[in-house]
């Protein structure tokens, strides 16, 4: 079966760093776009980073943009998000997705989510 485990989530302060990963299995992870999302309370589901199947190119919100670094590591079939210089606003549960477009269907598979506190 299809699975992401996200882990990596916590308590921290602000100005602090984590590392989110999420270990993917059940797929072809080196087909797959990997993307980070994240939720506030009371607020929509937004965008994050994401990274090529092959790792070449990332692209990041522009809030987190110079703070933020996407990467993965295909023999292990993880994808992480190295968060440095947390702010009280990054408080949120992030979600790990992949997504691959194929010819019949697409394919988007999504992780039960990791909670980041950032206080102040």
């Known amino acids: 079966e299809v699975q992401l485990v996200e882990s990596g989530g916590g308590l921290v302060q602000a100005g602090g760093s984590l590392r989110l990963s999420c270990a993917a299995s059940?797929?072809?992870?080196?087909?797959?776009?990997m993307s980070w999302y994240r939720q506030a309370p009371g607020k929509e589901r937004e965008f994050v980073a994401t990274?090529?199947?092959?790792?070449?190119?990332?692209n990041y919100a522009d809030s987190v943009k110079g703070r933020f670094t996407i990467s993965r590591d295909a023999a292990r079939n993880t994808v992480y998000l190295q968060m440095n210089s947390l702010k009280p606003e990054d408080t949120a549960v992030y979600y790990c997705?992949?997504?691959?477009?194929?010819?019949?269907?697409?394919?988007?598979?999504w992780g039960q989510g990791t909670q980041v506190t950032v206080s102040s």
């Open positions: 997705n992949a997504y691959r477009q194929l010819l019949l269907r697409n394919n988007d598979y």
């Open positions: 059940g797929f072809t992870f080196s087909s797959y776009i």
């Open positions: 990274i090529s199947s092959a790792g070449a190119e990332t």
